[in-house]
């Protein structure tokens, strides 16, 4: 069981930047993925951007150009930086860790979810 935990977040103005971070602890040895989904009131949860072991890094298109995935393998950590951020950009955004079949899936491992809100 992999446990993950979230950090960063918050509020900022449209143009502004966040980060947002997960540490990974418990049984990461098969995690090929570690990334981030979002969610906003009324809409289903959606990919965001996703870190693999191979070192490529993936983007939904609303947010390539203005986030940027990074993963440490040392520490166990995958971060977002959101910069330009649009209202849109609102949401909560949860972690997700997993295999090359089960990211994104229930069979996944889930952070608790973190708040970013992005308004004038």
């Known amino acids: 069981q992999v446990k993950l935990v979230e950090s960063g977040g918050g509020s900022v103005q449209p143009g502004g930047s966040l980060s947002v971070s997960c540490a990974a602890s418990g049984s990461i040895v098969n995690i090929y993925a570690m990334g981030w989904y979002r969610q906003s009131p009324g809409n289903e949860r959606e990919f965001v951007a996703a870190a693999t072991t191979e070192g490529s890094a993936h983007y939904t298109d609303s947010v390539r150009g203005r986030f940027t995935v990074s993963r440490d393998d040392v520490k166990n950590t995958v971060t977002l930086e959101m910069n330009n951020l649009k209202p849109d950009d609102t949401a909560v955004y949860y972690c997700?860790?997993?295999?090359?079949?089960?990211?994104?899936?229930?069979?996944?491992?889930w952070g608790q979810g973190t708040r970013v809100t992005v308004s004038s």
């Open positions: 997700n860790a997993g295999t090359l079949a089960t990211m994104g899936t229930p069979y996944s491992s």
